[in-house]
């Protein structure tokens, strides 16, 4: 978070907001916070979390996807990817 005067925002403006969403999700993962194999909460959902447009959830999501760190199954919603090498790498990144 970052302080604005008298108000916090969640979002640094030099990065697109988009990005900074992967990066929060990426530590919740690395973290266990959202543990390998485990259901993510809908983007319409996480829009309110995040306090950002749908869009810019769904966009996250889909990078996240292409990267391998979520999938998703159309009828029941995303997963965490549980495969534990995608987990380890991306721990020994964060470390980086």
Same mark, same amino acid.
């Given at each position: 978070? /970052?302080? #604005?005067? *008298?108000?916090?925002?969640?979002?640094?403006?030099? #990065? =697109? /907001?988009?990005?900074? /969403?992967? *990066?929060?999700?990426? #530590?919740?993962? &690395?973290?266990? $916070?959202?543990? =390998? %194999? +485990?259901?993510? &909460? +809908?983007?319409?959902?996480? &829009?309110? @979390?995040? @306090?950002?447009?749908?869009?810019?959830?769904?966009? &996250?999501? +889909?990078?996240?996807?292409?990267?391998?760190?979520?999938? +998703? *199954?159309?009828?029941? %919603?995303?997963?965490?990817? *549980?495969? %534990?090498?995608?987990? $380890?790498?991306?721990?020994? @990144?964060? /470390?980086?």
């Amino acid at each position: 978070m /970052i302080q #604005k005067g *008298d108000r916090m925002e969640l979002f640094e403006s030099t #990065k =697109p /907001i988009y990005l900074q /969403i992967m *990066d929060l999700i990426k #530590k919740e993962i &690395a973290t266990g $916070k959202l543990p =390998p %194999g +485990s259901q993510m &909460a +809908s983007f319409r959902e996480l &829009a309110m @979390q995040y @306090q950002v447009n749908p869009n810019t959830v769904q966009r &996250a999501l +889909s990078e996240l996807e292409r990267e391998g760190l979520v999938k +998703s *199954d159309r009828t029941i %919603g995303r997963f965490i990817n *549980d495969q %534990g090498e995608m987990v $380890k790498t991306l721990k020994n @990144q964060m /470390i980086e």
